[in-house]
């Protein structure tokens, strides 16, 4: 009977709004129909409102990672000075990528669970003037951290370097003023808190990153942003382009803003801090420990010696239907993390909670029923028009 029944809480990719679902159930255009470009270009004007800018927006049929590349492709020549702000998995990820366009890489990092320090970056780009680029990650994924993006384009303003911002797993759960804060670059994918299916990216590109990208010398194809600028004039894509999921991508914003931007990254806080307190509550140790630092769109909670993450992960999948994600790379075993972006409703944390504080108790931990539950109800019913 429920073979299909799941409650996809990983980060990405996410649920699906049942009207998202049906947008892109219908009959396929061709990529350079007029039909299509009418669609297209109107949801580029649309997903500018997202990134809160002006400026150009593109779209590319890729994961996440192909727009991170795409930015690194326009922006990095060979032995170019690059600042990666590496808070985890995501940020090392902008310095592989860096690193195969065989760019001289500085990077400034964290210890996993704390976000970057702005100071930090100020002080490495005042001692390097040259350096051309700063790649830093919006909310770092494998940890739930956010780092303070508005901070830091105020000091990367101050020198000539282009600032790069992954919003993967952030744009529309978490604010982020492109161009009222001076981010150069911003990417998104379409697998988080957009709720449609992976496989197509957005990046936001400023102006003065432009003028970087127009010059630009190294080797670039399908990347090749001022390309894709080119097509965008004429309401189309240099390649085929994602038609199913432009479908899709205009009801997720049409949905977006019936909500409104400001009130979704209200319910997107209200989420993450149920699923804080619940866990709290339940005597469960967040990876993040500062409230301020904590990503309202995806939390990591550590494991200890009373139970063995990956146990508890399995029996949430079989018994409970509860699909969360565990830790990366050398977090694996070690946490496992609780999505709550986009297509979430806060019934839904009620259901993970639920769903959580049954598996523990089930692994053997002495858990009182209830008490997570508690947490998170009380922080639901202080807030105000969610729905
Ligand atoms: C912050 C961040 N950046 C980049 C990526 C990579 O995206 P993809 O797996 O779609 O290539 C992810 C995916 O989880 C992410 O969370």
């Not at 494998?142 to 000539?160: H, L, M, R």
């Not at 790069?164 to 988080?192: F, N, P, Q």
């Not at 699909?323 to 946490?335: L, P, T, V």
């Not at 931990?365 to 947490?375: D, F, N, S, T």
């Amino acid at each position: 009977m429920f073979k299909e029944y799941q409650h996809l809480r990983i980060p990405g990719p996410t649920p699906i709004a049942p009207e998202v679902q049906r947008s892109m159930d219908r009959t396929i255009l061709g990529h350079r129909s007029g039909e299509f470009s009418k669609i297209f270009g109107d949801s580029i004007e649309k997903a500018k409102r997202i990134f809160q800018t002006e400026q150009n927006v593109f779209v590319v049929a890729s994961s996440g990672t192909g727009a991170l590349e795409m930015a690194v492709a326009n922006l990095v020549e060979p032995e170019d000075k690059v600042l990666v702000v590496v808070t985890g998995v995501f940020g090392g990820r902008f310095v592989k990528i860096a690193k195969a366009y065989k760019a001289d890489v500085m990077e400034v990092k964290t210890e996993y669970g704390l976000a970057a320090d702005p100071e930090q970056i100020k002080s490495v780009l005042k001692q390097n003037p040259d350096i051309k680029a700063v790649f830093a990650t919006h909310c770092e994924t494998s940890t739930g951290v956010v780092n303070p993006i508005k901070d830091i384009a105020q000091v990367v303003k101050e020198s000539q370097a282009i600032f790069v911002v992954d919003s993967v797993s952030a744009l529309v759960g978490m604010d982020l003023k492109m161009d009222e804060w001076g981010v150069d670059i911003t990417v998104t994918a379409s697998h988080k808190a957009l709720g449609l299916p992976p496989g197509l990216a957005l990046i936001a590109v400023s102006d003065k990153a432009w003028k970087v990208i127009e010059q630009h010398q190294g080797p670039r194809f399908y990347w090749d942003l001022v390309s894709y600028k080119a097509n965008a004039e004429k309401n189309t894509t240099p390649f085929t382009g994602p038609v199913s999921l432009v479908f899709g991508l205009a009801k997720s914003i049409e949905l977006i803003e019936n909500e409104g931007l400001e009130e979704g990254f209200k319910r997107h806080f209200i989420l993450r801090d149920m699923v804080r307190k619940a866990a709290t509550a339940l005597g469960l140790e967040l990876f993040v420990k500062d409230d301020n630092a904590a990503s309202c769109t995806v939390t990591a909670i550590k494991g200890d010696k009373r139970f063995d993450v990956e146990e508890l992960r399995k029996v949430l999948s079989k018994d409970y239907k509860i699909i969360a994600a565990g830790g990366q790379a050398d977090m694996k075993g070690k946490m496992f993390r609780i999505g709550h972006m986009g297509y979430t409703h806060p019934m839904d944390m009620l259901t993970t909670i639920a769903g959580l504080e049954m598996a523990l108790k089930q692994i053997g931990l002495e858990i009182e029923l209830g008490k997570g539950i508690k947490a998170a109800e009380e922080v639901w019913a202080n807030a105000k028009n969610i729905g």
